[in-house]
């Protein structure tokens, strides 16, 4: 049944083109979505000929030129490239071998984004485990210099927000090098942060304090981390033989891909709609985020196909380079303020690709959310439930300055990091139907903000 807010918005709304009721045409996204192959397509496509496509890479401007023609094969407007300044860094050999008095062990490691590689030849080390930053203050100097630190706090498994445990654990991640070499460290092996115990190791990326010395940074696969604490305490005079042949060269320029539909009524406002194309070196990027990217897309695609003529312009945008210095989405808000751009609403969809629990909102005062909170009643009906406060994305966040609204896609993230970062975020985990859900319900929000002025 139609809530009592719904005919009052119907009244009010200057929806042209349509004599179905809101209702009817999410009904008609859904089914849509659930029944087209174009997105299998493409995920399928970026997956398998566009792996490994870091910022930088030649298979990111690959994964650019196709999906550039993807958003005009969607029937957008304009489809166009905006430069984007990236690093350009190179993974090399690595190889991670303990000598201890128990044997030898040889241990699943991936060098971190942006590090730096060891000496030809590589480093032969003692190591010293720790959990955290204020350990190495307790454990000093003396104990640290010329050694290689091992970081293995896990990720707190009783947190049910799976990305509260990983920002609890991936400090050591991206500070650990730092931290490490303030205390003489020669290089640091972290615990791969995820809420799994595989084999599958997880990278991403380092960043270096200013007049710290700079000292490689590998992860190391949270299986591994176990055996390798527990050999530890049998001998803590192993030998770690540590090989990274990472590089960082020039920076190097790439692309945003952007598809706009123009607006029937404010054309000059927009509302954005995003994920990231680059992903890491070691995946496909499934999850994250071509996934993501696949969502955007299928937003215009339906809006086209369905011929819903939306009132102000949308664009789909594949943003480069969130993994590493996130410069896309600072380039496309820049940008945007250069052209005097009002930029609406903004939704990034960047935790994975599996079902749709619902949306967070951020940048929005208490009256704008009461309303934005209103539309749950029109996902009911598909199980999209979760309507939260606070939300976004990094891509969209410097948007901010626009006081743009800014939306998170909110999946279940439970799986989420069994596979982000690592070589199991392949074409293969993702569920289609899920990621299907997810267009619809992203195109059906998008679609309801336009229509009610949201
Ligand atoms: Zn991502």
């Known amino acids: 049944m139609r809530s009592f807010f719904t005919i009052i918005l119907i009244l009010t709304c200057s929806c042209t083109s349509f004599s179905q009721s809101p209702e009817e045409i999410i009904k008609s996204i859904f089914n849509n979505a659930l029944t087209d192959n174009t997105a299998q397509e493409h995920l399928l496509y ?86 955290n930053f204020e350990q190495l203050e307790e454990i000093g100097r003396d104990n640290i210099n010329g050694k290689i630190v091992f970081f293995n706090r896990p990720v707190d498994n009783t947190l049910i927000n799976t990305f509260s445990g990983y920002g609890g654990a991936v400090d050591q991640r991206i500070s650990g090098a730092s931290e490490a070499a303030k205390y003489g460290a020669l290089a640091v092996i972290v615990r791969s942060p995820t809420q799994a115990r595989h084999d599958f190791v997880h990278t991403g990326v380092v960043r270096y304090q200013e007049n710290i010395p700079e000292i490689p940074a590998v992860c190391v696969s949270p299986h591994d981390a176990e055996i390798l604490s527990r050999w530890l305490k049998n001998d803590n005079k192993s030998i770690l033989h540590l090989v990274s042949d990472c590089r960082n060269y020039r920076d190097t320029i790439s692309y945003n891909v952007i598809g706009e539909i123009r607006g029937s009524e404010k054309p000059n406002e927009y509302i954005t709609v995003g994920g990231h194309l680059d992903a890491w070196d070691i995946s496909e990027g499934a999850h994250d985020d071509g996934g993501g990217c696949v969502q955007s897309i299928e937003t215009v695609r339906l809006f086209r196909e369905l011929g819903i003529k939306p009132r102000r312009s949308i664009r789909a945008v594949m943003f480069m380079n969130e993994e590493m210095t996130s410069t896309g989405g600072v380039v496309y808000a820049d940008e945007a303020e250069k052209k005097g751009e009002i930029h609406y609403a903004a939704l990034e969809s960047d935790r994975g690709v599996m079902s749709p629990l619902g949306f967070g909102f951020g940048n929005a005062g208490d009256e704008r959310l009461e309303k934005l909170f209103r539309l749950e009643e029109y996902f009911k009906p598909y199980g999209i439930r979760y309507f939260a406060r606070g939300g976004g994305g990094s ?22 990091f069994w596979f982000h970062h690592s070589a199991n975020d392949t074409f293969e985990q993702v569920n289609i139907r899920e990621m299907q859900l997810g267009s619809a319900a992203i195109a059906s929000l998008i679609y309801l903000i336009d229509l009610y002025d949201l």
Request: hydrophobic fraction near 40%; aromatic fraction near 6%; glycine fraction near 10%.
């Open 46 to 131: 970026l997956c398998k000929n566009t792996k490994g496509r870091i910022p930088g890479s030649q298979e990111a401007l690959h994964a650019a030129r196709y999906t550039m023609n993807a958003l005009a094969e969607a029937g957008v407007d304009t489809v166009w490239l905006q430069e984007v300044p990236v690093p350009h860094w190179e993974r090399g050999n690595e190889l991670a071998v303990l000598e201890s008095s128990l044997g030898t062990l040889e241990l699943t490691i991936s060098a971190l984004g942006l590090s730096v590689g060891t000496e030809p030849g590589g480093i032969d080390a003692h190591l010293v485990e720790v959990h």
């Open 395 to 416: 891509d969209i966040s410097p948007l901010r300055r626009f006081n743009t609204l800014q939306i998170g896609y909110i999946p279940d993230t439970q799986k989420y």
